[in-house]
């Protein structure tokens, strides 16, 4: 929502806009703050949770125009064909214990992990060519929260806290401001 009007020469957020990008970020600080149990390493969560919004946020900037001139599927396909081969070639320089790789299992969960990260990726920038970037903003907010709910869900040590209860409620409540009425 802010980068926009610098980088794309759209529109500046309107008042209702600032309303739910400051209810997400209080929503986000209340989260973080007081996640729930097995949250380990603070700061380390709180940095890469800002380069990782950062980097969404460059990510759908560049998105934006291209999708003008190329297919989002396409674009989809090739950025995850690339981070792909990225990933390989830096996992060339780590020492791998490939015991488990070959198993049916794992390479089941591999495969309808991809699946659904190239599904999501594909509808992300689809809705990114159809909408503003404004009311695409506000949605980003909801990527952390499904990451803490889905990791309590997994994970055996991790629980949601009332942290991440409040937290969660504010983000909820501030796509109301940020986010399409249709």
Same mark, same amino acid.
């Not at 008042?15 to 990008?21: C, E, M, P, R």
């Not at 659904?116 to 990114?128: C, E, K, P, R, V």
């Not at 889905?150 to 501030?174: C, N």
């Given at each position: ?12 957020? *309107? ?12 929503? +986000? ?5 007081? =996640? ?6 603070? $700061?380390?969560?709180?940095?890469? /949770?800002?380069? %990782? ?11 934006? =125009? &291209?999708?003008?001139?190329? *297919? ?7 950025? @995850? ?6 990933? !390989?070639? %830096?996992?060339? /320089? #780590?020492?791998? $214990? ?5 198993? %049916?299992?794992?390479?089941?969960? &591999? /495969?309808?992990?991809? +699946?659904?990260?190239?599904?999501? #990726? !594909? ?6 060519? *159809? ?13 952390? @929260?499904?990451?803490?709910? *889905?990791?309590?869900?997994? +994970?055996?040590? $991790? ?9 969660? !409620? #504010?983000?909820? /409540?501030? @796509? ?7």
């Amino acid at each position: 929502m802010i980068l926009a009007p610098l980088f794309l020469k759209s529109k500046w957020p *309107e008042a209702k806009n600032w309303i739910g990008l400051l209810i997400s970020i209080v929503g +986000i600080s209340i989260s973080l703050f007081s =996640p729930g149990a097995g949250s380990n390493n603070l $700061e380390l969560g709180v940095l890469f /949770f800002g380069l %990782t919004s950062l980097c969404g946020a460059f990510g759908t900037l560049a998105i934006k =125009p &291209l999708s003008r001139i190329i *297919e989002p599927r396409f674009m989809t396909a090739a950025s @995850l064909f690339i981070g792909g081969i990225l990933l !390989t070639v %830096t996992a060339l /320089f #780590f020492e791998l $214990e490939l015991d488990n790789f070959y198993k %049916t299992s794992f390479l089941f969960i &591999l /495969f309808y992990l991809a +699946i659904i990260s190239a599904t999501g #990726f !594909t509808i992300w920038n689809q809705l990114i060519e *159809e909408f503003s970037i404004h009311r695409m903003a506000a949605y980003r907010f909801l990527i952390p @929260l499904c990451g803490v709910i *889905e990791s309590a869900l997994f +994970i055996p040590d $991790e629980s949601i806290g009332i942290g991440i209860v409040v937290g969660g !409620t #504010f983000i909820l /409540f501030s @796509l109301r401001f940020c986010a399409p009425k249709n």
